[in-house]
């Protein structure tokens, strides 16, 4: 069995002879597109023993990847971007899985994304189609995805990822996802691409209408859907109007059904209810118990990585958000109990607090 690294890469010197180093003992080749690098990126990638071949840019990301695709001989082609780094994993136990799955299928890898928010770093996981077996090409001028249209299969490799940490690629997105939602209008994996970008460059207004798109038209199978619906549900109580709580409560209960035994749904919703009490406390007063329930919940489902989603929802940050409700409620006791919980898993907020409840 032949299993070749495949990249496409431009100006990666920061980052890349780490990824190639994580990854070398898992693979027979590396097999690399260069789509233009100015720096280091084509030497460190000879350096380190890799094929690399040059790819005139076409705007189209589908197009660069099955160029290096093509000159790959695996029987799998592992897919990964340069600021991916492979956590350590067995080469001998993943020919073992390959071999005892029947049929065509692609092996899918659980990402760990890092990138800065209000709380310093965060985390959040995602499960990617990244191991391809022969044959099997992309498709999609952006945020390409495999067009064989073959089962994913969570395979026992992870990576960290840095690259929301030092640089927002949301700029250099945009106009191709402009042109695809254009082009594709009632594709729902683009119009959730272009809503997402569109938030994470903090243009929350004009995100929402492409949250509408995507809502409506991403079909109940799709793997990115439920995380999709979450970042809708953020985006509505962010931009925090009457009319946008009222769009969350009637997401939340059509989607109830499906999503409630996810943490990572179970965690905005828990936010919701307090944004919900907050606005109109004698009209809502009947919710408090719904915050308490969804943050409880939140704890009994735990972590699952596998399932994608940020990384706190399912421990430390649902223990630190009941701790914070536990305490405005005048549950001092309980505040300090799950305060606990959460500073014991290393969360810094709750350790503040811990302190502040202590001075009373």
């Not at 023993?49 to 592992?78: E, I, K, P």
């Not at 049929?103 to 965060?122: A, C, F, L, N, Q």
């Not at 798109?213 to 793997?223: D, L, P, R, S, W």
Request: proline letters at 3%; hydrophobic letters at 35%.
């Amino acid at each position: 069995m032949k299993i070749n690294l495949v990249m496409i890469v431009k100006n990666e010197e920061r980052c890349l002879r780490r990824c190639l180093r994580a990854a070398k003992s898992l693979v027979d080749e590396i097999i690399i597109a260069d789509t233009g690098s100015s720096d280091r990126t084509k030497t460190i990638a000879k350096e380190m023993g890799a094929a690399v071949v040059d790819f005139q840019w076409v705007d189209d990301f589908s197009a660069a990847r099955n160029f290096a695709l093509d000159h790959s001989d695996g029987d799998w082609n592992l897919v990964l971007d340069a600021d991916e780094y492979l956590r350590p994993a067995s080469r001998k136990q993943l020919e073992k899985i390959l071999e005892s799955r029947k049929g065509m299928w692609i092996g899918g890898i659980t990402r760990y994304d890092s990138y800065k928010d209000s709380e310093g770093v965060s985390q959040s996981t995602s499960v990617l189609p990244r191991l391809l077996p022969k044959g099997v090409r992309y498709t999609g001028l952006i945020h390409e995805q495999p067009e064989a249209g073959y089962p994913c299969y969570a395979l026992p490799l992870s990576a960290d990822h840095d690259g929301y940490m030092n640089e927002d690629k949301g700029e250099r997105n945009l106009p191709y996802l402009l042109k695809a939602v254009k082009e594709y209008p009632e594709d729902g994996y683009y119009q959730f691409q272009l809503a997402s970008t569109l938030r994470n460059l903090k243009r929350l207004e004009e995100s929402l209408g492409y949250f509408r798109g995507f809502y409506q038209f991403a079909g109940a199978g799709e793997n990115y859907r439920a995380g999709g619906v979450v970042l809708y549900l953020y985006t509505l109580l962010d931009l925090g109007s009457v009319e946008c709580l009222d769009e969350s409560a009637e997401i939340i209960e059509r989607e109830e059904p499906k999503l409630g035994n996810w943490s990572d749904f179970c965690f905005v919703c828990g936010l919701f209810y307090m944004k919900r009490v907050l606005s109109d406390v004698q009209q809502y007063i009947g919710l408090l118990p719904n915050i308490e329930k969804y943050y409880l919940r939140c704890l009994s489902l735990g972590e699952r990585p596998e399932l994608g989603g940020v990384v706190g929802t399912g421990s430390f940050k649902a223990a630190y958000n009941l701790g914070a409700w536990y305490e405005v409620s005048g549950q001092t006791e309980l505040a300090v109990r799950y305060y606990k919980m959460a500073a014991k898993e290393g969360y810094e907020p709750a350790r503040e607090r811990l302190r502040g409840v202590g001075k009373r």
